[in-house]
């Protein structure tokens, strides 16, 4: 049971824009920026999206991220077959002594 | 470049020990914090530790806390974990990841290709 709750899927068609949800609570993505990552099949994860909304350099526009109260959103415009991966949310937590909390990943299908 | 690679990974017995390492190239090490985040297999990131750039803040998981321990050698440019009284549930590739950070926001920048730790009879 991961801190930060996201869905286990989403899909797309080739073009479209989709979105994944990161859900969490006044502890973690209330009080702290959250991060996104990327992980392609057998790869290690790369930062894709930090602070709410930035994109380290090299990292397409089509990718963007958005943050409200207890929740943020990763968006993925102009979907394109190379953006099948593993997508996980994270931020840090402040609960008890303070440690980093990760959502369960979102599997992306483009169909 | 920065790089990150991991050793140490392997197959070991429950209630067994490993020590994984960390070496790192391409950066001011010593000016980084430094984790460690696990991914058991077809399961999600679950993070494990993290150290400060001069080792005065140390922080654990629960599910590891007093059976772990992190550590660093700057002079080496260096990161391990050491693991103890290891558990079948413990089994996952580990990373170790760079902390970096802008205007106080912090995230993982740089990570390793990982090492995977099997725990089995």
């Known amino acids: 049971q991961s801190v930060l709750t996201q869905p286990p899927s989403a899909s797309g068609t080739p073009g479209q824009r989709v979105t994944i949800s990161c859900s969490g609570s006044s502890s973690n993505i209330g009080s702290n920026t959250v991060n996104w990552y990327q992980q392609l099949p057998g790869t290690a994860p790369k930062l894709l999206i930090y602070s709410n909304n930035q994109r380290p350099s090299g990292v397409p526009d089509r990718f963007s991220g958005s943050k409200s109260g207890t929740s943020a959103s990763l968006a993925i415009s102009g979907l394109q077959s190379e953006d099948e991966a593993d997508y996980y949310c994270?931020?840090?937590?402040?609960?008890?002594?303070?440690?980093?909390?990760f959502g369960g990943g979102t599997k992306l299908t483009v169909l | 470049e920065v790089q990150l690679v991991e050793s140490g990974g392997g197959l070991v017995k429950p209630g067994g020990s490993l020590r994984l390492s960390c070496a790192a190239s391409g950066f001011t090490f010593s000016s980084y914090s430094m984790n460690w985040v696990r991914q058991a297999p077809g399961k999600g990131l679950e993070w494990v530790s993290s150290i400060s750039s001069s080792s005065s803040y140390i922080y654990y998981a629960d599910s590891v806390k007093g059976r772990f321990t992190i550590s660093r050698d700057n002079a080496k440019n260096s990161l391990y974990l050491q693991m103890n009284s290891l558990r079948a549930e413990d089994t996952a590739v580990y990373y170790c990841?760079?902390?970096?950070?802008?205007?106080?926001?912090?995230?993982?920048?740089?990570w390793g290709q990982g090492t995977l730790v099997t725990v089995s009879s």
């Open positions: 990841a760079r902390e970096g950070s802008s205007w106080s926001e912090y995230y993982f920048d740089y």
């Open positions: 994270a931020a840090w937590d402040d609960s008890l002594n303070g440690f980093w909390v």
